[in-house]
């Protein structure tokens, strides 16, 4: 297989280097149709799509489910933990696209828990029940016409008694009290 | 006059654990007119396809079995290890702290995408590496796409691009310490 080309300037202490562009192919010289519109039809694909993001989300919530109880009868190993926390951080990441965003706060709550609590053996049982029965009732109520505050509300008890844990515990541990409490690059995320 | 992009030039590989959200890549990708559109379920394969595959460009998860997104970013960006080091790798994410974009970056991403995933924000980063490709920086501990994105006028430090020396970067404890925060 044929290696890239590039063409190399030499610095102090660093070079800089300019491949061939390969991806130029793909820029088209073809005359600018106002009537055809990727994101558009992207965006239309997906919503040809969303009649299946109910039941891809009751899957994530029972996989969410099935790792929290491994945690709990299993214990909080290294490997059970880092279940939890992708189950949780799957949801997260899917619940808008999935139609249901006021999940997120819960489910991203969760894994900061687990992600900052340097012993994941002292993390309160009750704390991840909380978030995990969280996520699936607000899932599950979601057509309640006083979900999304009832959701925000929940989101927000969840994150306070979650963040007062982890800067009990990571006292000790100022350079992760400054991850804790950094800025995300989400508004409001 | 907007840049148009013809997605059926392009060979992308989709590496994401998650089948719902590879699902939805998949959708979004021939959506704008790709038609080659690889799948791998987690690092090893996905460095296994990227060899195999030779895609033009990489949309990886970074929280991953296996190996993750990151330690598959810094495979990848070996000069010489495989046949195209240079390739445009988007990085996709639920991660949304600060620190975990610049980590991402210091190892070498050429674009970070926060989830939720939106069709115009993953249109844009693809049009940017594209379009607008960014020369590579080989130092003594980085390689990978220029991290300067702009130039400013009030920038009163040491000019490392015209010669002599200058402060070398570590960035391997920043990576460390933002894969095992717990």
Known sequence: ?189 | MAVRIDFAKLRFLVIDDNAHMRRILRTLLHGFGAREVYEAEDGASGLESFTHYVPDIVITDWAMPIFDGLELTQMIRQPGANSNPYVAIVMLTGHSEKKRVTAARDAGITEFLAKPISAKGLYERIVNVVASPRPFIKTKNYFGPDRRRMTSSNYSGPDRRKGGKADVFRQSALLDKVRAPG
């Open chain 1, 1 to 189: 297989m044929a290696k890239e080309t590039a063409a190399v300037t030499t610095y102090g202490d660093h070079e800089m280097i300019t491949p061939q562009n390969k991806l130029r192919k793909a820029v088209s010289d073809k005359p600018f149709d106002p009537n055809d519109d990727p994101v558009a039809r992207a965006e239309q694909a997906l919503a040809d799509l969303s009649g299946n993001f109910s039941s891809w989300m009751d899957e994530e919530c029972e996989r969410l489910d099935q790792a929290r109880l491994a945690c709990k009868t299993l214990g909080f190993t290294t490997a059970y933990k880092e279940k939890l926390f992708h189950a949780a951080h799957d949801i997260k990441g899917e619940a808008a696209t999935f139609g249901f965003p006021a999940c997120a706060g819960a489910a991203d709550s969760l894994c900061r828990l687990i992600e900052y609590a340097p012993d994941p053996t002292k993390i309160p049982v009750k704390l991840v029940d909380q978030h995990v029965d969280a996520v699936r009732a607000i899932i599950r109520e979601y057509t309640r016409s006083d979900a999304i505050a009832l959701a925000a509300e929940l989101n927000k008890r969840l994150r306070e008694v979650t963040d007062e844990f982890l800067l009990h515990e990571n006292r000790e541990r100022p350079d992760v009290i400054a991850s804790i409490l950094g800025p995300s690059i989400i508004p409001n995320g």
